[in-house]
């Protein structure tokens, strides 16, 4: 009679399907400049790496934010106003923007962890609204304008982003680093509270967790990393403007991790991949490519519950 397989068998299968996934998924973007534009890739992988952030929050702590467009966009205005006015070098000005957007993550945060639901939804719109038309507003945003031709500047001092292989390079390793942060926080003791606390909060506070502070702590990490994206996305086109701190990029956001598959490590990536190349081909669209994101949101949310990762886990029967 044959033992069923363990827990530890269960994990070990999981940890090798992801270390295969990761590595090809590397493979596939060290060579993916010989055949697509390098700027299209910055800008997926920028893509990318804030969906993995907004997914870390609504995927693994169940709470769904309307506004972390604030974190993406004012991460970019204080990396392209570092880079531009106060002379930082891209290392610095990067890192001053994810600061910038913790620190908003922090706020925000505290403000509207104390709510659940749409009531928290609502909440976190409200304010990145607010941040927005502040931004409108603000001298150092140029309003309409926004921050235009910021320096890219010499990386460490000698490497210079001037160069788009140079700049590849480091949006790559960024969003790597970035990808693997997050899956250790996802599969950290801290992590597992996180899920305890999407699956049954009630139960986890019955447990001695203080499921407030993990909310918050969760939250400010997801800000931070989006804060990340934001920040790099500013070097990469060399611009901060109100787009990226409107309402419609939290939209965006949420739609990236919905098509590629919510509460999944690789889900954010495929979905922002997708929805990055959707709009490449539809930008003579205009306006109507409005339209079909919102279509695509209705098919999957009907037929494709958990997104195309989702799907393709769940028919191959490993973990994603």
Not at 11 to 27: H, N, P, T, Y
Not at 230 to 247: E, I, M, N
Not at 249 to 278: K, R
Request: proline letters at 3%; a positive charge.
């Amino acid at each position: 009679m044959q033992r069923a397989a363990g827990p530890s068998v269960t994990r070990a299968g999981r940890l090798q399907s992801e270390v295969i996934a990761f590595l090809v998924m590397a493979v596939v973007l060290i060579v993916a400049p010989m055949f697509a534009y390098p700027v299209f890739l910055m800008k997926a992988l920028c893509f990318a790496l804030f969906a993995c952030a907004f997914n870390l929050l609504i995927g693994y702590v169940g709470l769904l934010s309307f506004g972390h467009a604030l974190f993406f966009g004012w991460a970019s205005y204080v990396c392209a106003h570092a880079a531009k006015v106060w002379g930082f070098p891209p290392e610095l000005a990067i890192a001053s923007g994810t600061v910038a957007a913790a620190g908003l993550g922090t706020i925000v945060g505290a403000l509207a962890i104390r709510r659940q639901g749409i009531y928290f939804a609502m909440i976190t719109l409200a304010l990145a609204q607010m941040m927005y038309f502040f931004a409108i507003q603000a001298p150092f945003t140029h309003g309409e304008d926004g921050i235009q031709a910021v320096p890219r500047g010499k990386l460490f001092g000698f490497i210079d982003l001037a160069d788009q292989t140079n700049m590849y390079v480091t949006v790559l390793i960024i969003f790597l680093g970035g990808f693997l942060l997050i899956y250790g926080i996802i599969n950290s003791p801290f992590g597992e509270v996180l899920k305890a606390i999407r699956e049954n909060e009630a139960r986890a506070i019955s447990l001695g967790y203080k499921t407030e502070r993990f909310k918050l702590v969760a939250f400010v990490l997801s800000a931070t990393f989006a804060g990340l994206a934001g920040a790099t996305k500013a070097l990469v086109f060399q611009l901060a403007s109100l787009t990226d701190v409107d309402w419609p990029m939290s939209g965006e956001v949420i739609l990236m991790t919905l098509v590629g598959g919510l509460g999944t490590l690789f889900g954010p990536v495929v979905g922002a991949f997708f929805i990055v190349t959707l709009e490449n081909f539809l930008t003579t669209m205009g306006q109507w490519v409005f339209v079909v994101q919102g279509v695509i949101f209705v098919v999957c949310v009907l037929l494709f519950r958990r997104g195309i990762v989702g799907e393709l886990a769940q028919r191959l029967r490993i973990k994603l």
